[in-house]
């Protein structure tokens, strides 16, 4: 069975971003099943080294919303029956062939801030298109199935109301080589707070700022990329709690960076009000590190039992658990929890989903 793969969401320059890390890890991971020949649709030939080797199909860059337009035509004459695509912004005009789009999370529509390192026209076209329900219905129904990485994400598009089609859960995951050193490490008698994510409002890591000033023997490690529009008020958040000196700013972590915080960390921590997964838990996890998240709805899904959880709106909370993580007897327990909750979240599982579908539809 070939399937067309829709690779052009893998960054070829700057660290992977949620959507780039899921399409790459998701297209390894088809690779290794025996029941498809994946074809790659990519828009620059760097994007070919990060993936197996294979056919492929050059596209236009899907960042050009004209030229997208076309690449539908550009499949039928490649002679594509199948096409699965990690994200969901994908041309469908004219489409001559069986389509899957994913969509990670509704948090947009909720939250309709563009991105702040947007260009003006794009901040203006992306809010445009979340003001309203209807384009994304629209887009998702040209689809024939709709996957998503969560059953809370699911939940959502279904009380959304966001589509006619199947919606199908095919969970985010971590490559197992990522954070393949577990050492046993004393986790309970180190200072680090490690936050990986982006400094969007709604990710709140303000909370976790407030809550790093209140518990004196920390150091909060903010691992994400620190867009230059959110950077002064950060600072000047860090600057009035008087913590700068227990504040490393990474401005986007190598992954390298990531694991030696980790190893480094007496927990990880996200105060996030909104996910789609929250894949920063599963890491941690995987890396042998107790998390603390925000008692919200996806992280009770992925993290169930295995996590402490607070209020995302109290900071002495979120202090509190970096406090608790500090007694051996809890870090045990909970980095054991952890292991297991963490090794039921695999690309292979994932893979195996994807196929079905595929295998359904062909």
């Known amino acids: 069975m070939k399937v067309y793969y829709d690779a052009r969401w893998i960054l070829v320059e700057n660290r992977f971003d949620g959507i780039s890390r899921y399409s790459h890890e998701l297209a390894w991971a088809l690779a290794e099943q025996s029941d498809i020949e994946p074809v790659w649709i990519v828009y620059d030939q760097r994007q070919l080294a990060k993936l197996p080797a294979g056919e492929h199909v050059l596209v236009t860059s899907p960042y050009n919303q004209l030229a997208e337009l076309f690449v539908p035509l550009r499949l039928n004459r490649h002679g594509a029956k199948l096409v699965y695509s990690p994200f969901f912004l994908m041309g469908t005009l004219g489409k001559r062939y ?16 563009p991105p702040q390192w947007y ?27 709709v996957a998503t990485v969560s059953n809370t994400a699911r939940n959502e598009l279904i009380k959304a109301h966001a589509t006619k089609r199947d919606i199908v859960v095919v969970p985010n995951a971590v490559n197992s080589e990522l954070f393949s050193d577990t050492t046993p490490r004393q986790h309970a008698t180190m200072d680090g707070v490690v936050f990986m994510g982006a400094f969007t409002p709604y990710k709140n ?40 000196s227990r504040v490393v700013l990474y401005d986007g972590a190598t992954d390298d960076q990531y694991r030696a915080a980790l190893a480094q960390a007496r927990c990880a921590m996200s105060a996030s009000k909104l996910e789609g997964f929250g ?34 709106d109290s900071p002495e909370q979120a202090a509190d658990i970096m406090c608790k993580f500090a007694d051996p007897i809890v870090s045990h327990d909970y980095i054991d929890r952890g292991f297991k909750n963490a090794a039921r979240y695999t690309w292979a599982n994932s893979a195996s989903v994807a196929v079905s579908i595929c295998q359904r539809l062909s």
């Open 98 to 113: 069986k389509l899957v789009l994913t969509i990670h999370d509704l948090i947009y529509f909720t939250h309709r801030t």
């Open 205 to 244: 890591v303000e909370c976790l700022i407030d809550a790093a000033a209140i518990v004196p023997d920390v150091t909060l490690h903010l691992c994400g990329k620190l867009p230059p529009a959110r950077r002064p008020e950060i600072e000047a958040r860090i600057a009035k709690r008087g913590i700068a």
């Open 119 to 145: 260009k003006w026209y794009e901040r203006l076209a992306f809010w445009l298109f979340h003001t309203t329900y209807w384009p994304l219905r629209w887009q998702l129904n040209s689809a024939d199935v």
């Open 279 to 312: 894949l920063p838990l599963i890491e941690a996890q995987q890396a042998g590190v107790p998390f603390g998240a925000a008692d919200t709805a996806i992280f009770r899904e992925v993290g169930g039992d295995s996590v402490l959880f607070f209020d995302p």
